[in-house]
């Protein structure tokens, strides 16, 4: 009997029509129709023309002695089970309504798929979405395949536009340090600024270029490297390294110059004719101060370059290419991405609804519904156990009529179609009989 909770409803000429469902049963045996099936198989195996046998290989008395025995039981079956077809059926559509809600549900959500497929193909279909999306996804896997090999770690991305402004305070360090110099040397700010301008770029760039091949000298110079190109890279060391002690020299001839100038001044006799002390400078002292304040500036700068750049250089450009994509692309994706945010809101409020329409009728409509569930199952059950048991009959039945003409009518005969067959082929022959699922087609 089915559990009602106080919150389900069920009528009570319904609840008794379903117990009567659920408690009909069928013999387990053939042992109540053992008499009838005898007696049947006794005047058959009697007869004197053939026995004509049906599309099913049954001959009459199987049907009077087997089939119509179980079929008196189903139906016995069929008729509790129309009452509580009967008693249900005022709540027919409610609980049609309340089983198809998932059924609703299932469509309204492939409604949906669809509509988002179709948004997604409509938009890989635009050329410019579908150049920035191969793009980005060829240069993502690109990079991908260089952290692999890198161990794992993250390219180092300094901000270029940072470390532009890092080389021009190293190039503004230079000015400071030696614009003066130029100028008292050369007495013309001009001259002076082209000169310190040279002399600041010369050193940021060699301080970039120092920088970025000692932290790269595996990518510039390892042994993975091409002789031509590794030369190539030699040569500008080489050629960057002398320009920077070029100016290094200019910049400590001006100075020792300038210095060498004031030193002359300031030791002329006039001064000891007047009894005052002579003053003195120490030029090798003062352009080594120079000098050694000029080589800080470049190794600030060089230390500024070996830190935020990579030891792989084709790491950070890789990683730099796959956000310039993504830049290109994450616009266009968004586009879709709100579309298809939309497509989610409106699906999920239908969804809601159909759901809170389920909860509605859930309380009234899903007891009912779980009692039809069991007597549907009560009706396969017997379908399964009256095909079980009127084969099982059939046999004792073939069995019996075999003993029995075996005996009194040896010559036995049976028409199969139009042929006639002895009582030793018959009983070869495969006999499987159901009830063509008549009880199904009424549910």
């Not at 089939?67 to 129309?82: A, M």
């Not at 830190?307 to 790491?315: A, I, L, Q, S, W």
């Not at 003993?403 to 067959?421: C, H, M, T, W, Y």
Request: with cysteine; charged share 25%; glycine share 6%.
């Amino acid at each position: 009997m089915a559990e009602n909770n106080s919150t389900q409803v069920i009528p009570e000429q319904l609840q008794l029509a379903f117990d009567a469902v659920m408690a009909f049963q069928l013999p387990s045996t053939d042992q109540a129709f053992r008499e009838h099936i005898n007696s049947s198989a006794e005047t058959e195996s009697q007869s004197t023309v053939p026995l004509l046998l049906d599309e099913n290989e049954l001959t009459n008395g199987m049907w009077s002695g087997c089939i119509d025995q179980i079929s008196k039981y189903r139906d016995e079956f069929l008729k509790l089970q129309g009452i509580f077809a009967a008693g249900l059926q005022p709540s027919r559509k409610k609980i049609d309504a309340w089983k198809s809600i998932d059924d609703e549900i299932a469509n309204k959500q492939n409604e949906y798929d669809d509509i988002e497929a179709s948004t997604i193909a409509d938009k890989e279909a635009n050329r410019q979405y579908a150049d920035a999306k191969k793009n980005v996804t060829n240069l993502e896997e690109e990079y991908k395949v260089m952290y692999r090999a890198e161990g794992q770690r993250e390219a180092k991305d300094f901000p270029l536009y940072l470390y532009i402004i890092l080389l021009m305070l190293v190039g503004a360090a230079e000015w400071m340090v030696n614009y003066e110099t130029f100028l008292n040397f050369t007495e013309v700010p001009l001259m002076a600024a082209g000169a310190t301008i040279l002399v600041a770029l010369a050193v940021a760039y060699a301080a970039h270029f120092h920088g970025t091949n000692f932290k790269g000298h595996q990518y510039f110079f390892g042994d993975h490297i091409e002789t031509a190109k590794k030369n190539n890279h030699i040569r500008g060391l080489i050629i960057v390294s002398i320009i920077l002690i070029l100016a290094f020299i200019g910049v400590g001839g001006a100075r020792y110059e300038l210095v060498a100038q004031q030193a002359s001044q300031l030791g002329g006799g006039e001064g000891g004719l007047l009894g005052g002390d002579v003053v003195t400078i120490n030029i090798g002292q003062v352009v080594s101060i120079s000098m050694v304040i000029n080589v800080f500036v470049w190794f600030i700068g060089a230390a500024i370059a070996y830190t935020v750049h990579d030891e792989n250089p084709p790491f950070t450009d890789k990683f730099r290419e796959f956000k310039k994509a993504k830049r290109i692309f994450d616009p266009l994706r968004q586009e879709l991405d709100k579309k298809i945010a939309q497509l989610h809101a409106e699906r999920n409020k239908k969804i809601g609804e159909l759901k809170n329409t389920a909860k509605a009728h859930e309380q009234e409509a899903k007891p009912l519904a779980d009692l039809e569930l069991m007597v549907n199952e009560k009706n396969k059950k017997i379908c399964s156990e009256s095909k079980r048991l009127v084969n099982q009959m059939i046999r004792t039945y073939r069995s019996s009529l075999a003993q029995q003409a075996k005996v009194s009518n040896p010559d036995i005969r049976f028409n199969r179609n139009g042929e006639l067959i002895d009582l030793e082929t018959y009983r070869q022959l495969n006999i499987d009989f159901n009830f063509q699922n008549k009880l199904e087609d009424l549910v």
